[in-house]
Nanobody, 116 residues
Framework: QVQLVESGGGLAQAGGSLRLSCVAS????????MGWYRQAPGKQRELVAT???????MYADSVKGRFTISRDNAKNTVYLQMNSLKPEDTAVYYC??????????WGQGTQVTVPP
């Protein structure tokens, strides 16, 4: 069973930065894409950023130009660099890995809080 473990969340000032990491417990065969999602209180989980296995990335409009997704295949790790944080970025951030067979793995989430 693959486990994804996120880290790097916490409290940041508006305009500040955080870097989230998501480590897989073992190699995942047939990765199609990896990504970050977030869920704010009372809201649905939403896509933040994704990256396909060949490196193509996509971002939600709300984070374009501020967030950057990257990965280190050798370390089974995907990152989310978050700059120019805003209070509306406050949410629990989840890592997701999806395989070519449509199997999805989710992390347990890490809290990001940006006070007004």
């Amino acid at each position: 069973q693959v486990q994804l473990v996120e880290s790097g969340g916490g409290l940041a000032q508006a305009g500040g930065s955080l870097r989230l990491s998501c480590v897989a417990s073992r190699d995942i065969l047939g990765i199609n894409d990896m990504g970050w999602y977030r869920q704010a209180p009372g809201k649905q989980r939403e896509l933040v950023a994704t990256m396909t296995f060949d490196g193509a990335s996509m971002y939600a409009d709300s984070v374009k130009g501020r967030f950057t997704i990257s990965r280190d295949n050798a370390k089974n790790t995907v990152y989310l660099q978050m700059n120019s944080l805003k209070p509306e970025d406050t949410a629990v951030y989840y890592c997701k890995v999806r395989t070519i067979w449509s199997t999805a793995y989710w992390g347990q989430g890490t809290q990001v809080t940006v006070p007004p």
